[in-house]
């Protein structure tokens, strides 16, 4: 999955983050993929409890900070984290939520639960800002709500995998890249991983 590190601004926003929590860039690279699956599955789950679909999680992250949640995380000032913890409540609810996916990814890592804790909020801030530039980037009436291969999702997936077609783009596209398993059915994955 290290093409997903395309959603936190690619190396500089791994770099960025690096720096802030005083790891290595490898370890944050490690924490990231393991945590941004979650993240992107939460993004998904409030697009289909959307009634705009996903031009209403484009609205959402919009009123949130948009493409500036992600400038926020590549700038050389400390990240505004409480903007990132907005973006999680928004996304999982309680805080119960963060804090089992900290832990569950410190047990597939071998990274401390506490760093993948602070990291998580970034993560979160800086795919809600990749996801709104690419929203912006999207042509007016290409398809943002209807989750076709030209509309946004498709836009996503085709810039988080270099431009490597997944077997088509919107809904069902995004979705494989989240589904853990493999078993077609990402939305399983994160509530295994927010019960355990």
């Known amino acids: 999955m290290q093409h997903l590190i395309n959603a936190l601004g690619g190396p500089a926003g791994i770099a960025a983050m690096a720096r802030e929590l005083g790891g290595s860039e490898g370890m944050v690279e490690k924490g990231a993929v393991a945590l ?3 993240v992107l599955g939460g993004f998904k789950q409030q697009a289909a409890a959307q009634p705009d679909g ?7 992250l919009g009123n949130m900070g948009g493409g500036g949640l992600l400038d926020a995380v590549l700038s050389p ?12 409540g928004q996304i999982f609810g309680l805080e119960d939520v963060s804090r089992t996916l900290a832990q569950q990814a410190a047990g597939q890592t071998g990274i401390s ?13 800086a795919a809600a800002g990749f996801i709104a530039k690419q929203a912006s980037a999207e042509p007016a009436g ?8 030209g509309g946004l999702l ?10 490597r077609p997944q077997g088509g783009g919107g809904l069902g596209g ?9 078993d077609g059915n990402p939305l399983n994955d994160n509530l295994r991983m927010v019960k355990r």
């Not at 639960?113 to 801030?125: E, G, V």
């Not at 996503?156 to 995998?161: D, Y």
Request: net charge negative; hydrophobic share 50%; charged share 15%.
């Open 36 to 38: 941004l699956p979650a």
């Open 54 to 60: 996903l031009a209403g999680l484009v609205g959402m």
């Open 77 to 88: 000032q400390p990240t505004p984290v409480e903007q990132g913890n907005a973006v999680l």
């Open 113 to 125: 639960a506490d760093l993948l804790k602070r990291m998580l909020p970034m993560i979160a801030m």
């Open 142 to 149: 290409d398809g943002i709500g209807g989750g076709s291969s």
């Open 154 to 163: 498709g836009s996503v997936v085709s810039a988080l995998t270099g431009g």
């Open 174 to 182: 995004i979705a494989r890249l989240i589904d853990l398993d493999g």
